[in-house]
């Protein structure tokens, strides 16, 4: 019978459940927030991965995609993913499969791509119905033991199938591939490390556990980023609290190409996109932000870095690449925060913690490993000693058997007259006849023997901890002498900030300003020298009424300290000037300093602020001073002398 809407009402009254708004927002926050940090943006310490990380290789694993068989399809592997064990968007397994085969995004690739997988240039991958797809050889090594009871699997998302929790994580992947994600309230930027360096401070730290971080940065000298540079920081600092600011910078070289001197840069900092570098470069060159770069060009070519600036006649190179590492991102930086999930928890780890995790974890899965071992030495010994029991009494056997009614009694015949276990039983009349032989009888007896070896061992291994920490170091010296190579990042112990002074050459100039208050800058050698009956050059274009109130020849990294009708100072560097044609008026003085109601009465260039500067006004007033009271310049000046407010000309003497 059909419900009356009041009873259908009525009923839903019932089930609702009247709660307080904002407790229910808070709780509703706190479990979205914990399922985005432990399900999603944070690695595990353990195996160094992100849940759909390890979810894929694990997929791939099981569908035998290890690095001596085929490829197959990404969307093939895309849907096994998603299907089995990540229900969630294609394109997020996809996103992530693709990074971990990028060799310019992981330092150890994990995933060997055939295809379009991307490039530096930030060229997306190919859609997965182009790409293929296989494991790589250092993969496996997190993948190594997964089915001798190492890890715990826990119920897929629709409890059909069942998935690991962990990997092994024989490899420290998290340290050697670093690891970036932004959760809720908290963010993890791990750098990459070089896999010789990482393997020889694990040896260290479990031969003493008392290391301090002043020699674990001795062995881990600095990150170690998939497209080279240069790194600069504070290291002791960085693996000292887990956190720090790192320099990046790209490499460069100076190259003569066809008789013309060109800049070369042949590495880039770390996840910097090369086209967008190219374009910044170039954009700055239209500015004249960079000057006297006469072509820009990229040669790059499978996979190594090469973009060449040609320069003009007479430029200065070192000029043009403190100019690139000053404005653009050839110098870039890296905000380190070493933070994982520890036990299921976020944590934010120094890198002797990093490596006591790792032992740690190494340590229960050799024990678990070593536990299924003897187990299934146990067993197999268990069969062999009954088939030589079997084999010593042969004839009797054959004749129990023989004599029985059916398997079953047989079975329990066996068991009662030989003192034999079900499974020895089973065993012997599961054997074929060619296991009679002599040669068979020869090949158990040792197998026998191997066994109580093997069992001894095992049984070592778990009662004695300094065994695993042996095996361990075995381990990693494996790990280190199969898969160990160079550093690519070089580590600089000092970086000098680069000022503005830096990008602008030291030469010669002439500065005009005129009575109106118009300045320009112009290169000494535009004021050439003339012979005998020399009708002379333009000096300046200017205004009617307007004249040359005062020359000023100096350098380009000479200050200008300007006096106003008020008694103050104000500071221009000598390039600061606009440059100008000698046709040219030049730039009012009002855009270029903080006027206010006043003009500038005198200007004197200043190399270095040492000495005394005297100065007398109109009226007889004189004063000396230090110039070490004006070596520190401010945009809104400073008061040097006080003068009548309808103002005073001023002289200077640099003394």
């Keep these: 019978m059909k419900k009356s809407a009041e009873q259908e009402f009525s ?3 019932k089930r609702i459940t009247n709660v307080e708004v904002s407790n229910e927002m808070k709780k509703a926050y706190l479990d979205y927030a914990m399922s985005v940090i432990v399900s999603r943006a ?3 310490i353990e195996d160094g991965l992100k849940p759909v990380q390890r979810r894929i290789l694990y997929s ?9 068989s085929q490829t197959k399809k990404s969307a093939r592997i895309v849907g096994e993913v998603i299907g089995k064990y990540h229900p969630h968007g294609d394109s997020a397994v996809y996103d992530a499969m693709v990074r971990m085969a990028q060799n310019f995004s992981l330092r150890y690739p994990l995933i060997h791509g055939q295809g379009n997988f991307g490039s530096i240039d930030g060229d997306p991958p190919a859609a997965y119905r ?10 496996l090594e997190l993948l190594q033991d997964i089915e001798k009871n190492t890890v715990k699997f826990i119920p897929n998302f629709d409890n059909s199938l069942k998935e690991p929790q962990l990997l092994p994580g024989k490899l420290p992947a998290l340290i050697l591939n670093g690891a970036s994600g932004i959760a809720v309230g908290m963010a993890t930027n791990i750098p990459p490390h070089n896999l010789t360096e990482i393997c020889n401070a694990i040896i260290e730290y479990i031969k003493n556990p008392n290391i301090t971080f002043e020699e674990l940065c001795k062995i881990v000298t600095g990150p170690d980023f998939p497209t080279g540079g240069s790194v600069y920081g504070n290291m002791l600092e960085l693996y000292k609290t887990g956190k720090g600011r790192l320099t990046l910078r790209g490499k460069t070289s100076i190259e003569k190409i066809k008789q013309k001197e060109c800049v070369v840069i042949t590495e880039i900092p770390y996840m910097l996109n090369k086209s967008s570098l190219i374009s910044q470069i170039a954009d700055l060159i239209q500015k004249k932000k960079i000057r006297d770069v006469a072509d820009l060009r990229d040669e790059s070519s499978k996979g190594k870095i090469r973009i060449v600036l040609e320069l003009r006649k007479n430029a200065n190179p070192k000029l043009i690449i403190n100019a690139l590492y000053k404005y653009t991102r050839l110098q870039d930086f890296f905000n380190a925060n070493f933070l994982a999930l520890v036990d299921g928890q976020p944590q934010i780890l120094n890198l002797k913690q990093i490596l006591e995790q790792y032992v740690r974890y190494r340590k229960h899965i050799i024990t678990e490993r070593t536990k ?8 197999r010994l268990e069969i062999v000693d009954g088939l030589l029991i079997a084999l010593k009494g042969i004839d009797k056997i054959i004749s129990l058997i023989k004599n029985s009614k059916n398997a079953t009694q047989a079975l329990d015949n066996l068991i009662k007259k030989f003192k034999l276990s079900q499974k020895q039983a089973k065993a012997i009349l599961e054997t074929k006849l060619q296991q009679l032989t002599s040669l068979e009888q020869d090949k158990l007896k040792k197998e026998q023997k191997e066994l109580k070896q093997k069992i001894q061992e ?18 990693v010296s494996e790990l280190r002498k199969k898969y160990g190579d160079p550093r690519r990042t070089s580590v600089l112990k000092t970086i000098n900030e680069i000022r503005e002074k830096d990008v602008i050459q030291d030469k010669q100039v002439v500065i005009t300003i005129t009575d109106k208050g118009y300045c320009k800058r112009m290169d000494v050698k535009a004021y050439r020298e003339q012979k005998r009956g020399g009708k002379g050059v333009i000096g300046s274009n200017l205004a009617t009424g307007d004249f040359v109130k005062q020359l000023i020849s100096c350098s380009t990294h000479d200050y200008l300290m300007f006096f106003t009708t008020r008694g103050r100072v104000l500071w221009l560097k000598a ?3 606009p440059e100008a044609e000698r046709y040219s008026k030049g730039k009012a003085l009002v855009n270029l300093l903080n006027l206010k109601n006043e003009k500038i009465t005198n200007v004197i260039p200043v190399k270095k602020f040492e000495g005394n500067l005297f100065m007398a006004t109109k009226k007889g007033q004189v004063k000396k001073i230090s110039l070490k009271h004006f070596s520190k310049p401010r945009a809104s000046g400073l008061r040097a002398i006080n003068l009548p407010e309808d103002g005073s000309d001023l002289s200077l003497i640099h003394i």
Excluded: H, R
């Design 458 to 475: 095992y049984e070592e291994i778990l009662g004695d901890i300094k065994k695993v920490l042996k095996i361990i170091i075995k381990e």
């Design 372 to 379: 299924f071992e003897l187990k299934k030495a146990k067993e």
């Design 130 to 139: 182009y790409t293929e797809a296989k494991l790589t050889e250092i993969s």
């Design 60 to 68: 791939m694993y099981q569908m035998g995609l290890k690095p001596n």
């Design 42 to 44: 944070i690695p595990s």
């Design 11 to 13: 009923e839903n009254q």
């Design 575 to 577: 390039y600061e000037i």
